[in-house]
């Protein structure tokens, strides 16, 4: 009885451990698709960019990573190393396409955040950063998106929508138009009506004090906007 255990322990663990490695390579070669899609459409807009105060530049910060500073904005690009299955309750388990395979539910996840590119530059550690999306890549090399304004109406539809070099592009496009819409808030005056000695030499010598975008969401008080 125990041997038989032991089979099925290891068969499960032999099947799950290939799925989700297949998925984090699969998801791999996407990320490294998708920056050669950065640095290319990046070179592009660099050349047809005529102030050079403007800011358009791709860094390359290894395996699951990468940049682009865009304007006064800098998008963060991340691969999550591991492999994450949808929670029970997503909509998605309706669908035949997972209903027929539930191995068609475990998802690579690239993230994507925005901050402000002086919060990077100038070091500003307490500055904030927000996550305007994510891009869910399983299997068979179908996706959806969650995210902010364009970013979570589009490809929705994980049935159909495979990832191909346009929808990179205009992934990318769309991160571009959402980051550089929003611009600095005023920090309330509440908040910075006081400051101490230390303070103030910290300002002279870093401007670090703290700075917001909103990127879809409002100062508290106000009502939230999603």
């Known amino acids: 009885m125990i041997e038989k255990y032991r089979e099925e322990v290891l068969e499960i663990l032999h099947q799950k451990a290939a799925l989700k490695q297949d998925i984090h390579f699969d998801t791999l070669k ?7 899609v950065m640095r290319e459409e990046v070179g592009i807009l660099r050349k047809k960019i005529t102030d050079q105060r403007v800011r358009m530049q791709y860094v390359d910060k290894g395996k699951f990573e990468s ?53 990077v530059l100038q070091n500003r550690s307490e500055d904030p950063g927000y996550l305007i999306s994510r891009i869910f890549v399983n299997r068979e ?68 004090l703290k700075t917001e975008k909103r990127v879809g969401f409002r100062f508290a008080g106000e009502q939230q906007e999603l």
């Open 141 to 208: 090399g179908h996706f959806f998106i969650e995210g902010h304004g364009l970013l979570g109406k589009e490809f929705k539809d994980v049935e159909k929508e495979v990832l191909s070099d346009d929808n990179l592009r205009t992934i990318l496009y769309r991160c571009f138009g959402f980051a550089t819409q929003f611009e600095l808030l005023t920090p309330p005056y509440e908040v910075m009506s006081e400051v101490n000695v230390h303070q103030i030499k910290e300002l002279s010598l870093s401007l670090r």
């Open 30 to 36: 996407v990320f490294d698709r998708f920056k050669e």
């Open 67 to 119: 940049q682009i500073f865009v304007g006064s904005d800098m998008l963060f690009f991340h691969m999550h190393p591991n492999v994450f299955l949808l929670p029970d309750g997503h909509p998605f388990w309706k669908l035949d396409y997972l209903k027929e395979n539930p191995d068609n539910g475990y998802f690579g996840i690239i993230y994507i955040y925005n901050f402000l590119a002086q919060s």
